[in-house]
């Protein structure tokens, strides 16, 4: 059963740069999206973008100037990266599996524990 | 970017009752539609994709049904562990988008 594990840096300072990581367990990484979603406190959840093992990425537009998902399939993991963040960038960060297949679409399965991270001078 | 509208924003029921949420897309996406459920301080868990499948080990009781804009989630007889908040989720069309979420409280 795959599993994903995710860390990084909690609190960020305003224009600093968010590192988180996410590992897959027992699975391949072929086959799959990998994906990043993001939900600030109390609201609701936004895909952030997502690559897949070639390293083919897809971004939100309205993050794109600012984000990089990358992927190390030696290591299986994959990692985002998000500049100069400011407060509202304050969320938790979920990893996820995204299933494609033709005809049923696409969705998230498993997720990620979550991390939070604040943006707080 | 495709919008979506879940209504209700929250209801209350009692254990044992049959609740429908409905999510309402801005334009049509066929049967691109996925629900999840959240408790709190939890990752999202899949319940339903391509709007009636049910993902596997999800209870029965939950169904989905729809197609082009108006989609349903029904819980048939809800259960203690079914209180949390459920999403939908669009994935006809990048970026994928989420409705903002049915917080399902006890009565």
């Known amino acids: 059963q795959v599993q994903l594990q995710q860390w990084g840096a909690g609190l960020l300072r305003p224009s600093e740069t968010l590192s988180l990581t996410c590992g897959v367990y027992?699975?391949?990484?072929?086959?799959?999206?990998w994906t990043w979603i993001r939900q600030p406190p109390g609201k609701g959840l936004e895909w952030i973008g997502e690559i897949n093992h070639f390293g083919y990425t897809n971004y939100n537009p309205s993050l794109k100037s600012r984000v990089t998902i990358s992927v190390d399939t030696s290591k299986n993991y994959f990692s985002l990266r998000l500049n100069s963040v400011t407060a509202a960038d304050t969320a938790v960060y979920y990893c996820?599996?995204?299933?494609?297949?033709?005809?049923?679409?696409?969705?998230?399965?498993?997720w990620g524990q979550g991390t939070l991270v604040t943006v707080s001078s | 970017d495709i919008q979506m509208t879940q209504s209700p924003s929250s209801l209350s029921a009692s254990v044992g009752d049959r609740v429908t949420i409905t999510c309402r897309t801005s334009q049509s996406i066929s049967s691109y539609l996925n629900w999840y459920q959240q408790k709190p301080g939890k990752a999202p868990k899949l319940l339903i994709y391509a709007a009636s499948s049910l993902q596997s080990g999800v209870p029965s009781r939950f169904s989905g049904s729809g197609s082009g804009t108006d989609f349903t989630l029904t819980i048939s007889r809800l259960q203690p562990e079914d209180f949390a908040t459920y999403y939908c989720q669009q994935s006809y069309s990048a970026p994928q988008t989420f409705g903002q979420g049915t917080k399902v409280e006890i009565k």
């Open positions: 996820a599996r995204q299933q494609v297949l033709r005809l049923l679409g696409r969705w998230f399965d498993p």
């Open positions: 027992d699975e391949s990484f072929s086959g799959y999206l």
